[in-house]
T-cell receptor, first 112, second 113 residues
Framework: DAMVIQNPRYQVTQFGKPVTLSCSQT?????MYWYQQKSSQAPKLLFH???????NEADTPDNFQSRRPNTSFCFLDIRSPGLGDAAMYLC???????????FGPGTRLLVL | GEDVEQSLFLSVREGDSSVINCTYT??????LYWYKQEPGAGLQLLTY?????DMKQDQRLTVLLNKKDKHLSLRIADTQTGDSAIYFC?????????????FGKGTKLSVKP
């Protein structure tokens, strides 16, 4: 089945220790998104890639970076995680920019 | 700025209908979505409606859109315990060639047996 896959499902890191979250898709979609969802809050868009074009939201902290080495994979790098970065991180894809977004299962990040 | 509002909680009895309401502020919406999130899981797309429609039905789900009042609702007929989850309303705004999905805070649906 075509799908959006996120690994790992749970990630524990230490305060200040860089961490990378992974997303892959078999849908061959052009757009890949990263959202941050804190407890009891709405998902908040961090950035997205339209093909190789990177689009950062204005209020996304510099601590968050992303890489998309090919169509299928997209990574979220948190350079120096703080306690406030503990959240569920959701990856989504869409065929085009104004198209339905399909979400992965999420990675829950815990910062100790 | 853009805003999507939902009530935070809804409790119904198994077998009853559930109606989850949502209001949005942006008039340039193209599509409006309903996503379901079970505990510890990602977002599952339930249904969506194009902004020039006023109703869409899909099995137990009925979406009503009042564009004049910027009001969207999701009706779940014959609600089951497996429908217990958080339901997010989301508004897809188009800005050039790229969309921006704005979510509400979610409505937690509790279904009592």
């Amino acid at each position: 089945d075509a799908m959006v896959i996120q690994n790992p499902r749970y990630q524990v890191t230490q305060f200040g220790k860089p961490v990378t979250l992974s997303c892959s898709q078999t849908l061959n979609h052009n757009v890949m998104y990263w959202y941050q969802q804190k407890s009891s809050q709405a998902p908040k868009l961090l950035f997205h890639y339209y093909d190789k074009d990177f689009n950062n939201e204005a209020d996304t902290p510099d601590n968050f970076q992303s890489r998309r080495p090919n169509t299928s994979f997209c990574f979220l790098d948190i350079r120096s995680p703080g306690l406030g970065d503990a959240a569920m991180y959701l990856c989504a894809t869409s065929l085009g920019g104004i198209e339905t977004q399909y979400f992965g299962p999420g990675t829950r990040l815990l910062v100790l | 700025g853009e805003d999507v509002e939902q009530s935070l909680f809804l409790s119904v009895r198994e077998g009853d209908s559930s109606v989850i309401n949502c209001t949005y502020t942006d008039s340039s919406s193209t599509y409006l979505y309903w996503y379901k999130q079970e505990p510890g899981a990602g977002l599952q797309l339930l249904t969506y409606i194009f902004s020039n429609m006023d109703m869409k039905q899909d099995q137990r789900l009925t979406v009503l859109l009042n564009k004049k009042d910027k009001h969207l609702s999701l009706r779940i007929a014959d609600t089951q315990t497996g429908d217990s989850a958080i339901y997010f309303c989301a508004d897809l705004k188009s800005g050039g060639s790229q969309g921006n999905l704005i979510f509400g805070k979610g409505t937690k649906l509790s279904v009592k047996p």
